[in-house]
């Protein structure tokens, strides 16, 4: 046999013997394509709040011998970041599912990547899942300290955010009738904290909704926001003030700084007592300003060679604090302006009328309250503690004795009346400014004074003659024209017709604190251990105006309170019940508003 006729069934022979090598030494054939497949992912929550957490569950669909125990690498990648990281790696169960458990900290996308895999039947191509996306709520934790919190007081209100936004903006807010309204906008520290402090009043005691929010401001994390409600209490001296003032008809406002501390029953309209000279004092302060001084002349319609051929005239303009004083440099005025001779003296009687009596006062007040209110006045339109009816004939009679002891004659008896128009001025006196007469009648609650400068009062606004009626009408006016109603029938306070809430007077008290005459209105009330104070309220730093009649009581002015060192306004009136006792409770109310209120 031909050399290579054999060669070649050797060869043909070595093919079969070649192919069943693998067989016999146990070693298994690997198909030449590696098996494709499927990967899903699915996240259990699209959002969730830092610190919560999400499942990232899926499956892997390919042929069996390719799903169960192989390798899953977890990706994730964060916004900005240029690639994926491996986060975990699992195994798929034997029905080629797996499941990973996280607790996020920033906005990320994920998806799942299983390796190329050979296993004993077949060589497993690598497969990867779509990603899907999980959004990261900043969480927003408020903070309420105290809750709930004394009106009067404080409370802190503290953001915190995580994960840390340190440099950030957290906006801190209240809700209102309009919806949620700014409070503060803050900058998160290096704790990713921020605090406001917000003080709290009596208008707004109840439930006040807060919010914190931590509005978007990076790619890592969506905003978060946290609501809480603040209790706003009575504060312990507000229940203490309640119970001085329950089961009695007492009305109590109290005012500083622009807000109310406390209220009770202050829109209760009362009797306002003497009160009536605090509401006269603003009207009149406002009208001419606290250095106006009131004129007061000697005139004559006719001189002649130091002769005065007719009448001589007192003309009085409202200065209640006319006396001997004021009558002899009258006297003297005449004296130095070459006056020897005087026909007569008279007072005139026509810049005020003579009325002396008011809506809701008592039949005895006109002789025993009050002097005839007129515009020239003779020591307080007294005789030996007697009203007289003639003040204006007792001035007349005064001049004519002062003039007479300086040489000057005085021809025929003094008298009164009207006087004809155009006189020529002969001699004048200013009263002291208006501050200094209405601190005389404030401090001892001159009912007199308050008469003839409510006159005064009317007459500016309203013209001649003055008269009680007018001057009431400008208090009325003037408290109008701040927004408050008031009854008045007088200037003193005599009335028991007149009419003023606690929340009226301390709204007009702020008035007079604006003003430029408010400090000189509050030089003309007394203080404690003073005047109308006298024995009362010993060391406490205020400046009041009293009012007192049968079962009515007032006390309104301004405080210093110790808690704040701030200037309140206040007033306290009441009525029903005997005025000692009212003075008691008010005195108790004003200690307990100085130590403690806020």
């Known amino acids: 046999m031909p050399a290579r006729i054999r060669r070649f069934r050797l060869l043909a022979l070595a093919g079969p013997l070649l192919a069943l090598v693998p067989l016999l030494s146990g070693v298994p054939a690997v198909a030449a394509d590696p098996v494709s497949g499927t990967a899903s992912l699915a996240v259990s929550k699209a959002q969730v709040t830092y610190g919560g957490h999400i499942g990232l569950t899926g499956s892997v669909a390919s042929d069996p011998s390719c799903q169960g125990g192989r390798e899953v690498d977890l990706q994730g990648r964060e916004p900005g970041d240029p690639s994926w990281s491996v986060l975990a790696v699992h195994t798929t169960a034997s029905d080629g599912t797996f499941g990973f458990y996280r607790q996020p900290e920033h906005t990320s996308s994920y998806r799942v990547r299983l390796p190329a895999h050979i296993t004993g039947q077949a060589s497993c191509a690598t497969v990867a899942s779509a990603s899907v996306r999980s959004a990261v709520r900043a969480r927003v934790r408020l903070t309420l300290s105290p809750n709930p919190v004394d009106a009067g007081a404080c409370a802190t209100i503290k953001a915190q955010v995580a994960p840390s936004e340190a440099g950030t903006n957290v906006t801190l807010e209240r809700k209102g009738p309009s919806g949620w309204q700014t409070m503060a906008t803050e900058t998160l520290d290096s704790s990713s904290r921020a605090s406001i402090t917000r ?223 155009h006189l020529h001025a002969i001699a004048r006196i200013k009263s002291v400014p208006l501050e200094n007469l209405l601190a005389a009648q404030n401090f001892q609650s001159v009912n007199f004074y308050a008469e003839v400068l409510g006159k005064l009062l009317g007459e500016i606004r309203s013209g001649r003659p003055g008269t009680i009626a007018k001057g009431a009408a400008a208090i009325r006016a003037f408290a109008a024209a701040h927004g408050v109603s008031v009854a008045a029938h007088d200037s003193s306070g005599l009335s028991y017709a007149n009419r003023v809430t606690a929340a009226g007077m301390v709204r007009l008290l702020g008035v007079a604190e604006r003003a430029p005459w408010g400090t000189a209105l509050t030089s003309t009330l007394p203080w404690p251990g003073h005047g109308t104070l006298e024995g009362r309220l010993f060391g406490v730093p205020m400046r009041a105006k009293t009012g007192t009649l049968v079962n009515v009581s007032a006390l309104s002015g301004w405080l210093k309170l110790t808690r704040t060192g701030q200037w309140a306004r206040f007033s306290i009136l009441s009525s029903g019940f005997a005025a000692w006792k009212a003075k008691d409770i008010e005195d108790a109310i004003v200690r307990t508003l100085w130590r403690y209120g806020r």
Request: glycine share 10%; aromatic share 8%; hydrophobic share 40%.
């Open 199 to 421: 003080c709290y009043h009596w208008a707004q005691i109840g439930q006040e909704a807060l919010r914190a929010l931590w509005p978007r401001q990076d790619l890592l994390n969506t905003a978060g926001a946290e609501t809480a409600t603040l209790g706003v209490v009575r504060a312990k001296w507000m229940h203490t003030i309640d119970r001085l003032a329950g089961g009695r008809n007492i009305a109590v406002a109290v005012a500083g700084g622009g807000r109310y501390l406390y209220e009770r029953a202050d829109g209760v309209p009362h009797a306002p007592a003497s009160n009536e000279k605090l509401l006269q004092s603003m009207a009149l302060l406002n009208a001419v300003g606290s250095q106006y001084r009131i004129r007061t002349r000697v005139a004559s319609a006719s001189v002649s060679g130091g002769v005065v051929r007719r009448n001589l005239w007192i003309l009085g303009r409202g200065d209640p604090s006319v006396g001997r004083k004021a009558i002899a440099a009258l006297a003297s005025g005449v004296a130095a302006a070459g006056i020897h001779r005087v026909r007569r003296v008279m007072g005139s009687t026509n810049f005020f009328s003579h009325d002396w009596w008011a809506h809701g006062w008592k039949s005895f007040f006109p002789s025993d309250e009050v002097g005839l209110p007129t515009a020239l006045t003779y020591r307080d339109n007294l005789v030996r503690g007697v009203n007289v009816r003639d003040p204006e004939r007792r001035a007349a009679i005064a001049l004519t004795k002062a003039l007479r002891r300086r040489g000057v004659a005085v021809s025929r008896k003094p008298g009164e009346g009207t006087p004809a128009p």
